[in-house]
């Protein structure tokens, strides 16, 4: 007789980082990882409607708030260095290097946001990429809100890390 019992493949099947065994929250212990170079990359898009877009473009950015891609820049360099402080289980990371570029699209009236973080670790700098986007992301938004808040973000993810004991790239 045949049982349609699943079976256990629990110690082939990834598990969450932040949850112990017994279900418990608590920070990754990373003492005993090696130090290696790590980095990581990640993309977000703010849309607007094609007027607004072509409004923006007109005036390469710059708004009567100042530009918004220099001031989401910053805001992104910013998000990234405070990640730990915003993401309860992130390590603090001593980063040594954060990249953010602008690209305006005119096939989807869109900003896509990218930034590139670095730091030698034991641990890895994805989130504070993802955070640096989103930050870069929101910042856009308030910068061009006043025009339209018919203002989508998103398409936030990581695109690829380095370092540690896996690399990733997207697919």
Do not use: W
């Not at 001593?94 to 641990?123: C, E, K, P, W």
């Amino acid at each position: 007789m045949t049982t349609n019992q699943p079976t256990s493949s629990v110690a082939t099947q990834p598990q969450l980082s932040h949850v112990t065994a017994d279900g418990d929250i608590h920070m990754v212990d990373v003492s005993a990882k090696t130090i290696t170079t790590r980095q990581a990359r990640a993309t977000g898009t703010v849309s607007f409607d094609q007027a607004v877009y072509a409004q923006l473009k007109a005036c390469a950015g710059v708004t009567k708030k100042g530009s918004i891609t220099q001031t989401a820049h910053i805001a992104g360099i910013m998000a990234a260095k405070k990640t730990s402080e915003l993401i309860p289980l992130c390590h603090a990371i001593a980063l040594t290097g954060i990249d953010m570029q602008f690209t305006y699209d005119d096939a989807h009236a869109a900003i896509t946001v990218n930034a590139t973080v670095r730091a030698s670790d034991q641990t890895g700098v994805e989130m504070e990429a993802l955070t640096a986007v989103s930050v870069a992301c929101l910042t856009l938004y308030d910068m061009t809100k006043a025009l339209s808040h018919d203002i989508i973000i998103g398409d936030i993810k990581l695109i690829s890390k380095t370092g540690g004991k896996s690399d990733y790239v997207s697919h």
